[in-house]
């Protein structure tokens, strides 16, 4: 018989008392430092004003733990998402438009809404199917993606946005000659610190101590006075309700985008939710995680939040710092409104080739090179999906790539399943 838990969260509520609470307020409070930077850059990377990656950060979170199913994963902003919709909708609109925002918004409630049919029709079995291949080629072509896109801040040079990688790297190198060499220096500076700090001191916040560091060389080199160009500042608001204003013909524009972000962000989700219950010998429940995913997408929608999912960083974070329940969401977001009404302004000295090169930072931790190394050296066929995934990722659209690797995925699956080996 078809069931929906309505409220999940009263299966883990009874096991909240005192030592959790302080546990989950302090895992909660990791949290929001660490993802100060990140929803900054995350937002940057969707061609989103940066506020937007912290109002994602606030309400996806909430949602996402109340009524998924997930005792340790925070959910937010994540890397592949971001270039999803960017890839989407910078072809559409001029990114940080207004129009791009509300294309944005639209876009995130149609992903909740088809998140949200996949768990009522209890498909989270059939997700579980997809080639592990897929992910590991669209996550690399979605870095190259990323890596490609931010070089412009990172040399200091405008480009015009939009098309694939190849595109990118094309008009790139016909701005070359406009380098500005302290754009270059803070960008390096900023990326060499991300990196020794993650080898060196990986509990420390490393994105944040980096991000802080190429802000203070900036300003002692005085670089907005040589051209560098900054962030800006953020508004000290919090999320309010707003009804994205679209036509019928965008929402028809907009589907395709919205059915590849749904599938991205359960395939992460469903991953990170069942290693970690794997791992904490916990229940997990895959459809009740896909309406969990589905509610806070279609919910942040309305409140200036774009597509989120499971965040694999937050989630560790969340675990090594002790996190007990997904109360430690909740407090996340408590303390991240708090930092944003309090620290706004000073993301106003935050100088755009430090951004960028923390974003290449995010974009080189996100190819695993030991696994793309596996999948060539194991089984033909995952090394067919890979190769096909990322080729259409890097040479067509980075949305279309999802759909590449899903069908090749699938076609592989069906032929094994009706060849299968037979032992004599």
Request: hydrophobic residues 55%; aromatic residues 8%; glycine residues 10%.
């Amino acid at each position: 018989m078809f069931h929906i838990d309505i409220f999940p969260a009263r299966q883990w509520l009874s096991q909240v008392n005192g030592q959790t609470m302080r546990a989950d307020a302090f895992a909660g409070f990791t949290n929001a430092a660490i993802v100060l930077p990140q929803g900054v850059a995350f937002a940057t990377i969707a061609g989103l004003p940066p506020e937007y990656g912290l109002y994602t950060a606030m309400i996806t979170a909430v949602i996402a733990a109340i009524f998924g199913s997930s005792m340790i994963m925070i959910s937010g902003p994540t890397t592949a998402i971001s270039a999803v919709l960017f890839a989407t909708l910078s072809d559409v609109a001029a990114p940080g438009s207004a129009r791009y925002i509300e294309l944005a918004l639209m876009l995130t409630i149609m992903v909740g809404i088809f998140q949200m049919a996949g768990g009522i029709g209890k498909l989270g079995g059939i997700v579980s199917f997809v080639s592990h291949s897929v992910m590991t080629a669209f996550t690399a072509a979605a870095a190259l993606l990323i890596a490609v896109s931010q070089l412009a801040g990172a040399l200091g040079v405008h480009v015009e946005r939009g098309g694939n990688v190849i595109e990118r790297i094309w008009r790139l190198g016909e701005h070359f000659v406009e380098v500005n060499m302290m754009a270059v220096l803070i960008s390096s500076f900023t990326l060499v610190s991300a990196v020794a700090l993650a080898k060196l001191a990986p509990k420390l916040p490393g994105f944040l101590i980096a991000l802080i560091g190429g802000s203070a060389l900036a300003y002692v080199l005085d670089a907005s006075s040589h051209g560098v160009s900054m962030v800006g500042a953020l508004p000290s608001d919090l999320p309010n309700l707003h009804v994205p204003s679209v036509t019928f013909s965008d929402v028809g524009a907009l589907a395709p985008g919205a059915a590849a972000i749904a599938l991205v962000g359960l395939l992460e989700a469903i991953s990170i939710g069942r290693a970690f219950a794997v791992r904490r010998k916990e229940d997990f429940d895959a459809n009740q995680e896909m309406i969990g995913q589905g509610l806070s997408n279609t919910v942040g929608g309305f409140f200036q939040c774009y597509a989120g999912s499971g965040s694999f960083t937050r989630s560790g974070v969340n675990a090594s710092a002790g996190a007990m329940t997904p109360i430690s969401g909740l407090f996340a977001s408590a303390f991240l409104a708090l930092i944003l009404l309090f620290v706004a302004p000073l993301v106003a000295y935050i100088p755009v080739p430090a951004m960028a090169g923390l974003i290449l930072f995010v974009a080189w931790k996100l190819i695993d090179i030991a696994e793309l190394h596996h999948i060539f050296s194991t089984r033909c066929a995952e090394t067919v999906i890979l190769c096909l995934t990322l080729a259409a990722g890097l040479f067509i659209e980075l949305d279309f790539a999802i759909y590449v690797g899903v069908i090749a995925s699938l076609c592989v699956f069906i032929y094994e399943s009706a060849s299968p080996a037979v032992p004599i």
